[in-house]
């Protein structure tokens, strides 16, 4: 079990931005059959991104997912797609005119139904039924973590973009920005933004989730400059934030409790933060994205194409290749890429959704 104790830091700067509200035309609606088998593992089936895009971000709804790519239009500016899969094929297809802002983007789904996306140092709120958008701009960053990697001139290159994000139980959303030791606020209701500090300025949180009424987050930069180094836990109506040394780059939650992953499988009680440590398989693994399905760890072994299924003892069952590629070109062919995923996500009918970075094929597991 982990104990901890937090200095406290509260303290806020509010800036109301103007929201640009604008509706967006359904590109394509109704299932499209953009569904392929797998010669290599039985019951695997892939999906295309439109446009040969590459995945930045997923989130799980029902038994469908939403997918959020770049457009494959540029590499340099790339615009963004954000796509519903369900079992059958591609369902319906947005573009966001929004140019991506890098190879991290938020993207969660609030109780109203409406999609949140962040990238670059903007956010916006997508009605899935109308098409409606609206954008809300994040002003420059006011903090720095210290041990950030600066250019000669002295320039944090991507400070101040959005890493991740999530919707609280008030609707508001929350943001992580790369290199800024706080959480940016968005008031949904008011259109005012709110810069939260943490209780140190030492570390920028990057993975954001949020489980019974709190912010979970995992860090980025730390005072040891070992990245993934600790689990924050924030509390919305005060701004209060704790730090707890547990090294994680990943949260899941199962409603219950959470899942810290890293070099070691923890799990953490939401309320009082107490971990305990679970079994992780043998062998070297990629602690980038991970789930838990149904009690089990579900990873991709690093610098493989292979996911594997392990129980709370360390011992690995199910395994999914997936080596027939998961690049595919603008002519349709697929090319065999062993990159980190951009997400890993089970749905409710406990099938498993995944897709490697810089890959435009997405993974279905039954």
């Known amino acids: 079990m982990t104990k901890t104790t937090f200095r406290e830091r509260c303290g806020v700067f509010a800036i109301v931005v103007a929201s640009a509200l604008a509706t967006l035309a359904i590109v394509q609606s109704g299932e499209r059959a953009a569904v392929s088998q797998s010669q290599t593992e039985p019951g695997l089936a892939t999906y295309a991104l439109p446009g040969s895009g590459f995945a930045l971000a997923g989130v799980a709804s029902g038994d469908r997912i939403w997918v959020l790519a770049t457009d494959g239009a540029t590499k340099t500016t790339p615009g963004l797609t954000l796509t519903n899969f369900s079992p059958t094929g591609r369902a319906r297809e947005f573009t966001i005119p929004l140019t991506a802002g890098g190879i ?24 899935p039924a109308t098409g409606a958008v609206r954008t809300i701009p994040l002003p420059g960053p006011t903090l720095a973590v210290p041990n950030a990697n600066k250019v000669p001139d002295g320039t944090i290159l991507g400070w101040g973009n959005a890493t991740s994000l999530a919707v609280d139980d008030f609707g508001d959303v929350w943001v992580a920005r790369f290199a800024v030791p706080a959480l940016t606020r968005v008031r949904v209701a008011s259109g005012v933004v709110d810069e939260v500090p943490l209780s140190t300025t030492a570390v920028d949180p990057e993975r954001l989730l949020s489980v019974h009424g709190a912010i979970w987050f995992t860090v980025n930069y730390s005072p040891s400059r070992v990245l993934n180094s600790a689990v924050g836990r924030l509390d919305p109506p005060t701004g209060s934030s704790v730090l707890f040394p547990i090294g994680a780059s990943t949260l899941v939650t199962d409603g219950a409790s959470i899942s810290a992953v890293g070099v070691r499988w923890l ?11 679970r079994a992780m398989p043998i062998g070297a693994y990629d602690q ?34 997936y080596d027939e590629g998961s690049f595919q070109d603008r002519l349709g062919n697929a090319n065999r890429a062993s990159s980190r995923l951009a997400f890993l996500l089970v749905t409710d009918d406990r099938a498993v959704w995944f897709a490697p970075q810089g890959g435009s094929l997405i993974y279905r597991s039954p």
């Open 288 to 321: 980038s994205v991970s789930t838990v399905a149904a009690g089990q760890l579900v990873m991709r072994i690093a610098r493989e194409t292979k996911l594997t299924f392990s129980d709370e003892q360390g011992r690995i069952g199910r395994t999914i290749a």
């Open 104 to 127: 991290q983007a938020g993207l969660a789904a609030a109780a109203d139904g409406a999609l949140w996306i962040a990238t670059g140092r903007q956010v916006v709120r997508l009605d």
């Open 267 to 277: 799990g953490i009680d939401p309320i009082t933060g107490a971990a305990t440590e």
